[in-house]
């Protein structure tokens, strides 16, 4: 599996759970990355943030290599 299908795969099995940052924000975990993405385009930020920016940021969604990569 690749990294951006392992990303993918995050999102699509918990994507939809509430985004559980300090203030308790009433968005999906999806819904926080991409806004957090969209302001990295905003911000012209080059491309590898504004992929970063759409990284898990919350558990239980975490992003590890598995043994091998």
Known sequence: MTLIERIESLFAEHGSRAYEGALKESVSAL???LQCAQLAEW???EAPL???A???TSAPMH???PAGD
């Open 31 to 33: 819904e926080h990355a």
């Open 43 to 45: 911000a012209h930020a």
């Open 50 to 52: 504004v992929a970063t």
């Open 54 to 56: 759409l990284l898990p």
């Open 63 to 65: 992003l590890t290599a």
